[in-house]
């Protein structure tokens, strides 16, 4: 049965590391939230260490600079692990060939930056559609547009053969209150319709494999019973804890507000059905993270 706790304080001293779900949890896409960021830094005060999950498909470098913006400051964390710089490496490796066709947005074209830690990268080309040996996907074109608008261009994607880079496995996300759809939707309708995409972010294992590379980069060396994770997304940020083997806390206030009628806290009952029909079980259950 998942407890519901009012503070992270209440169990901060069975853990030494903290993986974080961003968007919902640490901000809303325009502000931080204050209290999420008071516990992130109360945490790191205490000993621990912050480590900021996040499926965005862009490198750490744009997220920190991303986060600065938001009013996140460094101290909150220690390091970030990017759903993008998962997917980048699978990239550069090859995973979907030389020549790709690109979606996404102008600010996600830092997807294409150089990694240093690639040894004899592949040399990407971004093409058009008819030209490409595989597709990389940082998101739609239009994120208030239906997905579907891309059937045309999936279909002939699929009878080419050409696999899909996910870099953002998310559905969608809540912007200052207003929903839009992620690079997940996409790969969710072109799976659906037959192609094959490839996944990098949670709930999928290369980013917790990034992440313990992060870690161990600092000298971090954890248990896995001493790791929380901590997001508002059953199917990704519960999902991927659950897969690891690792705690987790579900932030009901972010993408399940109303499901858990959460307003501070979540309404139990709410909260275990919505588990329940959601086939999810987290360790513990707070209404925004504090």
């Known amino acids: 049965m998942t407890q519901i706790i009012t503070s992270i304080s209440e169990i901060a001293d069975r853990y030494d ?22 516990a992130l830094k109360g945490f790191r005060q205490g000993g621990g260490t912050v480590v900021l999950l996040t499926n965005s ?11 600065a913006q938001f009013g996140v400051p460094e101290d ?13 490496a ?27 830690l690639i040894d004899d990268p592949v040399d990407i080309q971004r093409v058009e559609l008819d ?17 579907a608008v891309n059937r045309p261009q999936f279909l002939y994607a699929k009878q080419k053969g050409l696999k899909l880079l996910c870099a953002n496995p998310d559905i969608f996300v809540d912007r200052g209150g207003k929903r839009e759809w992620c690079a997940g939707a996409l790969a969710a309708l072109y799976t659906e319709m037959g192609g094959e995409s490839l ?27 001493r790791v929380l994770a901590i997001g508002d997304g059953v199917h990704t940020d519960i999902a991927g804890a659950m897969g690891e083997d690792l705690d987790s806390l579900f ?22 059905a919505y588990l329940a029909k959601e086939n999810s079980a987290p360790t513990f259950a707070i209404g925004q993270l504090r």
Request: hydrophobic share 40%; glycine share 10%.
């Open 17 to 38: 590391v903290l993986l974080v779900d961003l968007w919902g949890c640490v901000h809303d896409g325009v502000r931080a939230h204050a209290e999420a960021v008071a």
């Open 57 to 67: 498909p862009r490198p750490r470098r744009g997220v920190a600079s991303q986060l």
């Open 76 to 88: 909150a964390y220690d390091v970030i692990a990017t759903s993008g710089d998962s997917a980048r």
């Open 90 to 116: 699978a990239m550069f490796r090859g995973a979907v060939g030389e020549k790709v066709w690109f979606m996404g947005q102008e600010g996600d074209l830092a997807f294409f930056e150089p990694m240093d």
């Open 131 to 147: 030209e490409a040996e595989g597709i990389v996907c940082c998101g739609p074109f239009d994120p208030h547009a239906d997905p």
């Open 199 to 225: 996944y990098f972010g949670k709930p999928h294992p290369p980013i917790y494999d990034l992440a313990r590379r992060r870690l161990a980069a600092m000298g971090v060396d954890v248990d896995p019973s």
């Open 251 to 272: 932030i009901s206030g972010g993408l399940a507000a109303a499901e858990t009628k959460t307003s501070q806290h979540p309404d139990p009952d709410a909260l275990n």
